[in-house]
């Protein structure tokens, strides 16, 4: 089972691993953010897929006090000194999570709050934790490997923030979360990324998913000064038992968060 926690909602599915097929996917909103993650609880306390004996649980969070750190140089007992270097505020009780990406020789941390972190381990047995981010880098690192569009893009589309991941064949080159809310603001920040790179705007990759629909007024803004601009599909290599849902590029980070365990 696959659970990504966002801060407005969560979204489900269920693989069988003998198949490599989704045999279910479900989700819900919350509606305003919630940082609190009650509603979260309550849901999974009380949806009967929860409560089934799973063979691995996956969850993701959507949380933005994270920082990726070389492997080489991490150092466990300096990773609140480091995270509270970058700005990112660290509570006395939050747990601190590490997420190993190998392809990037790179390790993804991040504070999950206290509270959630014990809410998890006792609701679910064999359980793993990610940052939302996790598999965004995991797939951008295995992505179009030798393919002529060497320069990649890959975006996770929300009303109040971006979630850029940049990599050139296959090596990472930036991940970052930006948050912004006006449409204008979050076209000039992917230029000006794709600048800093020194992304080929007619000949790099922009792959977007989350909240953003085909021929909306974000992605014909961008389509307007970058050539290639598409939805991200979801994962050739899984079978589905069930018509994807409109809009299935929502729900691309969830597909890919088996891959990372």
Excluded: W
């Amino acid at each position: 089972m696959s659970i990504r926690l966002g801060l407005d909602g969560l979204s489900f599915c269920i693989l069988d691993p003998v198949t490599n097929t989704y045999l279910l996917i479900s989700s819900v909103l919350f509606g305003a953010p919630d940082n609190s993650f009650a509603k979260h609880e309550e849901y999974m306390l009380t949806h009967k897929a929860f409560g089934l004996n799973y063979q691995k649980v996956i969850v993701s969070v959507e949380s933005p006090a994270f920082s990726l750190m070389p492997i080489s140089l991490f150092d466990q007992g300096a990773v609140r000194e480091v995270l509270t270097l970058q700005g990112i505020k660290v509570q006395k009780n939050d747990q601190l999570i590490r997420n190993d990406i190998e392809q990037a020789n790179a390790s993804c941390v991040f504070c999950l709050p206290d509270f959630l972190f014990y809410f998890l381990k006792t609701q679910f047995a064999k359980l793993t934790i990610l940052h939302d981010s996790t598999p965004l880098i995991s797939a951008m690192l295995r992505k179009r490997v030798g393919d002529k569009i060497d320069s990649i893009l890959s975006v996770c589309v929300s009303e109040s923030y971006l979630t850029i991941v940049a990599a050139r064949r296959g090596e990472l080159l930036l991940t970052n979360r930006y948050y912004l809310s006006d449409i204008t603001d979050k076209v000039y920040l992917i230029l000006y990324v794709m600048s800093q790179l020194d992304f080929d705007h007619h000949s790099a990759a922009v792959v977007l998913h989350g909240d953003v629909t085909d021929g909306d007024l974000f992605m014909t803004s961008l389509a307007r000064f970058v050539k290639n601009v598409s939805l991200a599909s979801p994962p050739s290599f899984f079978n589905y038992a069930f018509n994807l849902p409109p809009r299935s590029h929502r729900f691309y980070n969830l597909f890919l968060m088996s891959l990372c365990v």
